[in-house]
Structure formats: C-alpha cells, structure tokens
C-alpha cells in the first residue's frame, strides 16, 4: 500500500461508546490540550482512503514527506497490522494494563473504504465528542487496535492497516459501530458466508483504521 502525500490543505472531523464517558472524563492526566488540536485531529482521522491508495490533502501531517510516496510499514509481533504514522506524539507510550482513550474512524476496504463507525460522532451533552476507553492488553478489542497503539505515543495519529485475523472474529468485540444499521452492515459483509466460501476470507475482513492516541491512565 502506498500513501501519496500533497500539499493542498484539508477540513477534517471524526465516533464513542456511550458507556465510557464517565471513564474517558477521567483520563486527563499526558493529554494533549483539546481546544488547539481538535480541528487538527479531526483532519487527521478523515482523511480519505480509496481501497489501497491514499491521498493525504494535508499538509500538517506530510511537511516532513520528502518522498512522493510512503509505504506503510508492518509492526513487530503484530500479525500483519501494516502503520503509518501521520503524526508522532510526543507523550508516553502504553504499556499493558494502561487504561487508553483513542479517537478512531474505522473503514471497511470491502465496502469501497465505506466508514462503518468514528469516534466523532459520538458527543456528550454539551456536543464534545467522547473517545473510546480501553485497558491495554485486556482482549476486548480487536487485536489490530491493540498491537497499532501499543507502540504510539499519546498525542500521535496513526493510520493502521488491519489483517481479518487480526480483526472481528466476533460480534462481541470492541470497538462495536452503535448504530444498528451500520453494525449489522458490517458484520454481514465480514461473515458473508457465501463470500468466504469463495475464498475472499483474507481479504473480506481487512479492516483501516486513522488511530489518535488521546490519554493513557497508568
């Protein structure tokens, strides 16, 4: 996979679970501040995807491209997540056991790239949007999530490439789109029965997700 990187610049925004708000309040400590980067971050986690090629229209994430193009670079003991990093953070890394808040907008390349869930669109009362909270290492979100931000730093943006056995294996694992309609669509198409039995499983699954590592609570 390959990411081209341009110059013009790019308006962005990105979902939650409504049952971490209380937690994700709570995770303070290492945050970057919100009101100076959150139109940053937002551009950051939608930028576009076209199956699997990327054009980034920002330049607040390519001022150090040099290249015309980046390849995206597969992690240690990761199973196959492939990462770029948009941006490095410059706050600590996780460890397991950490509690974590990430931003995320996941897509789905089997259904043209189609968005299935953002953390953006999940608001609180007063219209913020609330980040998804996990424990590091706990196994209940899908292993590529966990092995892209074991190795960020807070404060970085990552663009993970997911391999389907490194995403849903189930319909119980995190981060799980609360919408109905959206979650039905998603899981119907990665356990299409009919598709796998042509053989499409190492593709069908595959799963993109723009990773923002917003806290992590020790």
């Known amino acids: 996979m390959m990411i081209r990187c341009f110059a013009p610049g790019l308006s962005l925004h990105a979902p939650h679970h409504p049952t971490i708000h209380s937690l994700a309040t709570k ?29 980034i229209l920002t330049s607040s994430f390519c001022s150090s491209c040099s290249a ?40 789905l390349p089997a259904k043209q790239g189609w968005r299935f ?23 209940k979100v899908i292993p590529g999530i966990e092995a892209a ?24 694992q995190e981060p799980i789109p609360p919408n109905f309609f959206d979650r039905q669509r998603l899981f119907t198409t990665i356990f299409n029965p009919t598709r796998l039995a042509n053989g499409e499983g190492s593709t069908l699954g595959t799963l993109i997700f723009d990773i923002e590592l917003v806290s992590l609570r020790h």
């Open 27 to 55: 995770i303070t400590a290492n945050s970057p501040s919100s009101s100076s980067i959150l139109a940053t971050r937002r551009e950051a986690l939608s930028l576009p995807i076209v199956t699997t090629t990327v054009e």
């Open 68 to 107: 015309a193009e980046t390849k995206l670079l597969e992690l240690p003991n990761s199973g196959g997540v492939k990462a770029l990093d948009l941006r490095v953070g410059t706050g600590p890394v996780p460890v397991d056991g950490d509690q974590v808040a990430i931003h995320y907008y996941g897509r």
């Open 117 to 139: 869930d953002s953390t953006y669109d999940h608001k609180d009362e007063t219209g913020e949007p609330i980040p998804f909270v996990f424990v590091l290492g706990s196994g």
């Open 149 to 172: 931000v074991r190795s960020m730093k807070v404060g970085g943006v990552r663009r993970a490439v997911i391999p389907p056995s490194q995403g849903y294996q189930s319909t119980s």
